[in-house]
Structures are given as structure tokens and as C-alpha cells.
């Protein structure tokens, strides 16, 4: 079962805070983002091949839909994310749908839990955006029993999604001066990144994917992650009147130029890693 690793430890990390609000702004509205990539959730989960039985944790659970899926193959499953409203969110859905997925609050990059709790991690463009990747990368590790197993799902740096996160850049404040803005989350794209980061624990194989995301329209993808997507949510609110309308006329742009005759079907390419415990 879990074992909470140390009692003192802070639940969420003081450089982490910020983000943590972020994310947590959207609540449920997220399970609308989560069904854009359920796709590649499956894909990943399938990877990891979950076992009836086994003790697994979903990092970064947001409101779940990796970890629902995971306990749909009779595991025993831990949820953990950052972000408190998310995670509310998470356990209501959960027990809605009759399912007996514990969740709690948690920061990957100083889990709360003992050596080689789990059989299991899985992390579906969640731990991918951590503040301190080496941090992040030495907590996974600790955490799964030796021949346990690791699946991660991670953008690709040359996929639409980091185009899209371009949309948003360039609406963004530059960091303050003297400050070192964090690595890009799209680092994790890079198998040569993720083998530098977790070699030391893991052997580690990769298998390409492609999610399509798929609305009406653009004004649809709009609506759907300026309401269920923390970051965009968070920025939109803090632009004036016509920078909030020209982001918006740029993000429903940017997918309208996927239109086919039924709407809009963005292809967006990530990674499966999966790795076994040394």
C-alpha cells in the first residue's frame, strides 16, 4: 500500500505555488482538454499495461482521465496533482462513475510518498511541464519498485501543440529582469532530454504518436480551452479588452487552418515512454 514519505514535507513546493493556481483555474472545465487527448491517454495506457492488483499512480492526474482509465483494468490507482480545484474536480467525477480512485493533492517533484510504493507511474502531459525536471525525474524513480514500469505520453517540440502554444507566447509578459524562466516543458519531447533525465533508473523505450484534436470549429476550440485550460484561462484574464480579441481571433485562426469538410482535426505529435525499473 502507499507510505507517506515524510510527514514535513510541504504538499506543494513554494516556487510552485504559482503554478498551482494556474492550473487549478479551470476545475472541472479541464475534462473537456482531457477529452481532446484521450487518444494518446489510451495509447500510453495501453503501454503501460496495467495489471489487476497493482498499486499505480497517475502524476499530474489533472481531473483523471488517465487514472479512470487505469482503474478500468482493475487496478488499484492513486491520482496526484497540483492543483486543488482540479483534483476536487477529479474525485467527483470519480465517484459519480463508481470508481474507487483515491486522490489527493501532491507535487511531483517532492511526492509524499515511500521508496518503491508502486508498481507502477503513469504521466499523460503532466509531469512534462514541471518547474525542475531533475527533481521531477529522481522522484519517479524513487517511487517504483525495482522491474516496476514507467509510461509517459509528451508533446513532440516540432508538434502543432507547441505551435499552438506559440499562439499563446506571444501574448505573454517577458520574465522579470534577472529571473530564469523556467525549461520549456517541450524538453520532454526530446528523447535524448528524457534519456539524460532518467537513464539512471530506468531502461527506457519510445514509440511515436499522433492525437487528432477534433471541434466543430475554432471558435469551439476557443471556448474549450479559454475554460478548461488553466494557462490560457489565466492569461486571456489578465490582457486588456483588444489584446483578450485579438488572442482569441489568433487561437481560432490557428485551428481553422486544419478545417476538413466536418470541422477541424488537429494532428498533434507526441511520445510514449515506457520505462522498466533498474
Known amino acids: 500500500?502507499?507510505?507517506?514519505?515524510?510527514?514535513?514535507?510541504?504538499?506543494?513546493?513554494?516556487?510552485?505555488?504559482?503554478?498551482?493556481?494556474?492550473?487549478?483555474?479551470?476545475?472541472?472545465?479541464?475534462d473537456e482538454v482531457s477529452r481532446g487527448i484521450a487518444d494518446a491517454i489510451e495509447h500510453c495506457v495501453e503501454r503501460l499495461a496495467p495489471q489487476t492488483g497493482e498499486q499505480i499512480l497517475?502524476?499530474?492526474?489533472?481531473?483523471?482521465?488517465?487514472?479512470?482509465?487505469?482503474?478500468?483494468?482493475?487496478?488499484?490507482?492513486?491520482?496526484?496533482d497540483f492543483a486543488p480545484d482540479v483534483v476536487e474536480a477529479a474525485k467527483a467525477i470519480s465517484a459519480a462513475r463508481n470508481y474507487g480512485i483515491h486522490f489527493e493533492q501532491g507535487d511531483a517533484e517532492a511526492m509524499a510518498y515511500g521508496d518503491a510504493?508502486?508498481?507502477?507511474?503513469?504521466?499523460?502531459?503532466?509531469?512534462?511541464?514541471?518547474?525542475?525536471?531533475?527533481?521531477?525525474?529522481?522522484?519517479l524513480g524513487?517511487?517504483?519498485k525495482k522491474g516496476g514500469r514507467l509510461g509517459?505520453?509528451?508533446?513532440?517540440?516540432?508538434?502543432?501543440?507547441?505551435?499552438?502554444?506559440?499562439?499563446?507566447?506571444?501574448?505573454?509578459?517577458?520574465?522579470?529582469?534577472?529571473?530564469?524562466?523556467?525549461?520549456?516543458p517541450?524538453?520532454?519531447?526530446?528523447?535524448?532530454?528524457?534519456?539524460?533525465?532518467?537513464?539512471?533508473?530506468?531502461?527506457?523505450?519510445f514509440e511515436p504518436g499522433r492525437s487528432f484534436y477534433r471541434e466543430p470549429d475554432g471558435e469551439a476550440a476557443w471556448e474549450t480551452f479559454s475554460t478548461g485550460y488553466g494557462p490560457l484561462l489565466t492569461l486571456a484574464a489578465k490582457l486588456s479588452d483588444g489584446d483578450r480579441a485579438q488572442l482569441r481571433q489568433n487561437f481560432i485562426d490557428f485551428h481553422e487552418g486544419f478545417r476538413t469538410e466536418l470541422g477541424v482535426t488537429v494532428p498533434r505529435d507526441y511520445w510514449v515512454v515506457k520505462g522498466v525499473r533498474k
Open 1 to 30: 500500500m502507499r507510505q507517506a514519505a515524510n510527514i514535513d514535507t510541504p504538499i506543494i513546493r513554494e516556487h510552485n505555488a504559482g503554478p498551482s493556481a494556474v492550473w487549478s483555474s479551470a476545475g472541472r472545465a479541464y
Open 58 to 80: 497517475d502524476v499530474a492526474t489533472g481531473t483523471g482521465w488517465t487514472a479512470r482509465r487505469v482503474a478500468d483494468f482493475g487496478a488499484d490507482v492513486t491520482g496526484m
Open 186 to 205: 517541450f524538453e520532454w519531447g526530446n528523447p535524448d532530454r528524457v534519456s539524460e533525465l532518467l537513464k539512471d533508473d530506468f531502461d527506457l523505450t
Open 142 to 144: 524513487r517511487v517504483i
Open 152 to 184: 509517459l505520453a509528451v508533446w513532440k517540440p516540432d508538434s502543432n501543440l507547441f505551435e499552438m502554444f506559440k499562439v499563446m507566447k506571444a501574448f505573454m509578459a517577458p520574465p522579470p529582469a534577472g529571473t530564469t524562466p523556467p525549461p520549456s
Open 117 to 139: 510504493a508502486f508498481d507502477a507511474v503513469i504521466s499523460t502531459f503532466g509531469v512534462m511541464f514541471v518547474q525542475r525536471p531533475e527533481d521531477a525525474a529522481r522522484e
